[in-house]
């Protein structure tokens, strides 16, 4: 069944940048289109970005030109570059196989000073 570990979160400066990244496993990766969501204390989970199985992404506006979604097929791997970071954009962070009632246990990233 599809599997996804998220790492790479932590604690950054407002300003600062962190790289996600998603390793997944027990679907064909390459042909999967992959998304990030995140959710905020006291939130409800919210679209972040999504990256077809072909490497063209898409972005929720509010992080467009500072988020960047990529992927790696022979890793089986999805990444999301955060730069310029704001307290914001402080949450949990998960990678998600659209479609699918899987998700993982997410990375939490805290934008603070």
């Known amino acids: 069944q599809v599997h996804v570990v998220e790492s790479g979160g932590g604690l950054v400066q407002p300003g600062g940048s962190l790289r996600l990244s998603c390793a997944a496993s027990?679907?064909?990766?390459?042909?999967?289109?992959m998304g990030w969501y995140r959710q905020a204390p006291g939130k409800q989970r919210e679209y972040v970005a999504l990256?077809?199985?072909?490497?063209?992404?898409n972005y929720t506006d509010s992080v467009k030109g500072r988020f960047t979604i990529s992927r790696d097929n022979a890793r089986n791997t999805v990444f999301l570059q955060m730069n310029s970071l704001k307290p914001e954009d402080t949450a949990v962070y998960y990678c998600h196989r659209p479609g699918t009632a899987s998700w993982g246990q997410g990375t939490e990233v805290t934008v603070s000073s």
């Open positions: 990256i077809s199985h072909g490497g063209i992404p």
């Open positions: 027990g679907f064909t990766f390459s042909s999967s289109a």
